[in-house]
């Protein structure tokens, strides 16, 4: 629970006879993590990979012209499944007789869509005359040429603050500007003035930025009739799309279960290909390596054996025997394994990156303290009541709980139960604080201890990221960052005298000052002395690299960002206290605006409304804000003390591979 998953190495050569029977074992294990050997050995990098052909071209080809039928007729794709065994004996004839299929569902699929998009075409222009001729129908003039020989009309359309633009310098004129209609950011306007004075229109609409609208062929006739006649097509062509989405429809519930019976064929043929991409070629045999969980070497071991009739040789070794890794030049694949409760939390970790393969795994830490954090931060039984239930909605009423919504859901569970408990040591009902007593205190009568109560868990949380730090420095076997990093031994001393000093001293006792000289005073010596004391240990020679006085220099740098960082860090934590007592003061406000309107006429509606909506406001705005916080929290000041990621994820390769975990 500590650490990543325990890993080992499976090397293995088998004949060439037997490689398309071992690569189907793995794909129906979907255990092995497998790796190219030329990345990691030197000896592997003159041998050659397996050779696909054409088959890896055919396969590709296919997939992606099923995949395009698939969205066209809106065919869900589905992952493979153990009972999809029987779709690995796929062969080029195979793949030839599917591409024959393939292309007769192409051919109507093609057809029927083109179809429909020659329909769509044509009732967006249709739409797009009627659009330009309806505003004219209203005031009844002709879309064609006028027919008056005085008249000068202007159809088109300009920015709203322009028109007021036309109407000003238009008004010592006989003239008009008719606003139509809004589209977007124009106003449709009509321009009616007389012809004597259609040079001055021309300069005043161009000053306007007037765009005139051109009236289609198919437009010229009287705005009533062109719109009647218009609406009758675009009523017919909705009617012939819809005969075509019917048929489409038709064509998908009888070429559904062949479509995707091709895709999962070619699914499976593809995931075979990949497999087979790791290997290398000897003169007879294939060569192949990869990684699984300690304790499925002995199922890998004896599938693999099975496959190749016993002509295998299988090779086990644990991590810290093999070169490679010492040396830091491969990486062991990591994989998080516990308890579902702490699922939503592997996310969190996750989602910042994984840990090494030899580093401490925080997610056991990290569900208890981003708990206790939301729940002090977000401490109400009323509230986290509706969070617990959203979270129970979403993350637990399907059976498979490993979609994104569910961990998501079931992360707001879970935090919503951390609420209820604070709640009640709060004694807080929907911010009602009289209902029933409280467990512990109420935070706005305890400021100062709240406060207090929130640096102290800041300081047990970033001396669990100090510990971790040199658990992994020790376990990496780095005496200079044990002792010397930012996060070792003897800054923790610093970071522990300090907080001791402060302690004794906020509680008005003597000055410690043998404290400051012993936990303090030396350790900041001993980061000036790290080089010649790593030197001494090590048996090297000391080197200072750039000069002693910039490496003094460097140093004085260096504890003043120890110094400031873990103060920085320490206080950050008074906003735990500080989200829960803004909590509280949202409360207040919305108590305080049904005292203003519950004696006034219809009170007890607008207090109702007000109540709803400021419980609504203040779980979704706080809850959002809360979650940031905690996670800031967790990454910034507890992972920033150990955690450095760079862990390579493990991923098997198989049908419906995922990453074991213990339920």
């Known amino acids: 629970m500590f650490t990543p998953e325990r890993m080992h190495q499976i090397n293995v050569i088998v004949f060439e006879t037997e490689v398309d029977s071992v690569a189907k074992a793995i794909v129906r294990m979907g255990i092995m993590h497998l790796v190219q050997l030329d990345e990691s050995e030197s000896w592997a990098e003159n041998l050659?990979?397996?050779?696909?052909?054409?088959?890896?071209e055919k396969i590709d080809g296919l997939i992606t012209r099923v995949s395009a039928i698939m969205k066209r007729l809106g065919i869900r794709k589905l992952s493979l499944e153990a009972r999809d065994e029987a779709l690995m004996d796929t062969t080029l004839a195979d793949l030839g007789e599917m591409d024959r299929e393939i292309s007769l569902i192409e051919g109507s699929v093609e057809e029927l869509t083109g179809r429909r998009n020659e329909y769509e075409v044509r009732m967006e222009r249709m739409q797009g005359i009627l659009n330009e001729v309806s505003p004219l129908a209203v005031v009844g003039l002709s879309p064609g040429k006028?027919?008056?020989?005085?008249?000068?009309?202007?159809?088109?359309?300009?920015?709203?603050?322009?028109?007021?633009?036309?109407?000003?310098?238009?008004a010592p004129l006989a003239a008009l500007a008719l606003p139509l209609t809004q589209r977007n950011d124009r106003m449709v306007v009509l321009i009616?003035?007389?012809?004597?004075?259609?040079?001055?229109?021309?300069?005043?609409?161009?000053?306007?930025?007037?765009?005139?609208?051109?009236?289609?062929?198919?437009?010229?006739?009287?705005?009533?009739?062109?719109?009647?006649?218009?609406?009758?097509?675009?009523?017919?062509?909705?009617?012939?799309?819809?005969?075509?989405?019917?048929?489409?429809?038709?064509?998908?519930?009888?070429?559904?279960?062949?479509?995707?019976?091709?895709?999962?064929?070619?699914?499976?043929?593809?995931?075979?290909?990949?497999?087979?991409?790791?290997?290398?070629?000897?003169?007879?045999?294939?060569?192949?390596?990869?990684?699984?969980?300690?304790?499925?070497k002995g199922i890998v071991q004896n599938e693999i054996r099975r496959a190749a009739r016993g002509r295998a040789i299988i090779e086990i070794i644990p991590p810290e025997e093999i070169s490679g890794v010492k040396a830091g030049k491969v990486k062991v694949p990591v994989m998080l394994r516990h308890p579902g409760f702490f699922r939503p939390f592997e996310m969190l970790v996750s989602s910042y990156g994984l840990p090494e393969y030899t580093f401490i795994d925080p997610t056991f830490f990290v569900a208890i303290s981003f708990l206790i954090m939301f729940g002090m931060m977000f401490g109400d039984i009323g509230h986290g009541s509706i969070l617990a239930g959203l979270g129970w909605l979403l993350g637990f009423r399907k059976k498979d709980g490993g979609s994104a919504t569910q961990v998501v859901g079931k992360l707001g569970f879970y935090c919503g139960l951390s609420s209820i408990v604070f709640g009640f040591l709060f004694g807080s009902i929907f911010g009602l604080e009289e209902l029933i007593p409280h467990l512990w205190m109420k935070p706005m009568?305890?400021?100062?201890?709240?406060?207090?109560?929130?640096?102290?868990?800041?300081i047990t949380l970033i001396s669990i990221g100090i510990i971790f730090n040199i658990i992994n420095a020790v376990r990496a076997r780095d005496f200079k960052a044990t002792m010397f990093d930012h996060a070792g031994i003897v800054s923790a001393i610093i970071y522990w005298g300090g907080i001791g000093a402060v302690s004794i001293f906020l509680s008005q006792k003597s000055f410690p000052l043998k404290l400051i000289i012993y936990a303090i005073g030396i350790p900041v010596l001993a980061l000036f002395l790290r080089e010649p004391i790593s030197a001494l240990v090590q048996r090297r020679r000391m080197v200072f690299e750039k000069g002693v006085t910039t490496y003094m220099m460097e140093t004085v740098v260096e504890v003043m960002e120890i110094?400031?960082?873990?103060?920085g860090n320490t206080v950050s934590f008074i906003r735990v206290a500080a989200f829960s007592l803004a909590h509280v003061g949202l409360f207040i406000a919305v108590f305080s605006l049904v005292d203003m309107v519950k004696g006034k006429s219809g009170g007890v509606i607008y207090s109702a409304l007000i109540l709803i909506v400021g419980n609504a406001v203040i779980i979704a705005l706080e809850g959002l804000v809360v979650t940031i916080q905690a996670i800031r929290l967790e990454y910034y000041e507890f992972f920033g003390k150990f955690f450095t990621g760079g862990g390579e994820a493990y991923k098997p390769i198989g049908i419906g591979s995922k990453p074991d975990r213990a339920e």
């Open 48 to 56: 050659k990979g397996y050779e696909a052909g054409k088959m890896r």
């Open 146 to 170: 006028a027919p008056y020989t005085f008249l000068e009309i202007r159809y088109g359309q300009v920015k709203p603050e322009n028109l007021e633009y036309i109407r000003e310098k238009i």
């Open 192 to 296: 009616i003035g007389l012809k004597t004075d259609r040079l001055k229109f021309k300069r005043i609409l161009r000053e306007a930025m007037f765009e005139e609208i051109e009236m289609p062929e198919e437009a010229t006739k009287e705005p009533g009739i062109v719109t009647g006649e218009l609406e009758k097509k675009i009523e017919a062509i909705k009617v012939k799309i819809a005969e075509v989405d019917g048929r489409i429809a038709e064509l998908k519930e009888r070429k559904a279960a062949e479509v995707t019976e091709h895709f999962r064929s070619l699914q499976m043929a593809h995931l075979l290909l990949k497999v087979k991409s790791f290997l290398k070629k000897t003169r007879k045999t294939y060569i192949f390596s990869g990684w699984v969980p300690s304790d499925k």
């Open 445 to 458: 009568h305890n400021v100062m201890y709240f406060f207090r109560v929130a640096i102290y868990f800041g």
């Open 563 to 567: 110094i400031t960082g873990y103060l």
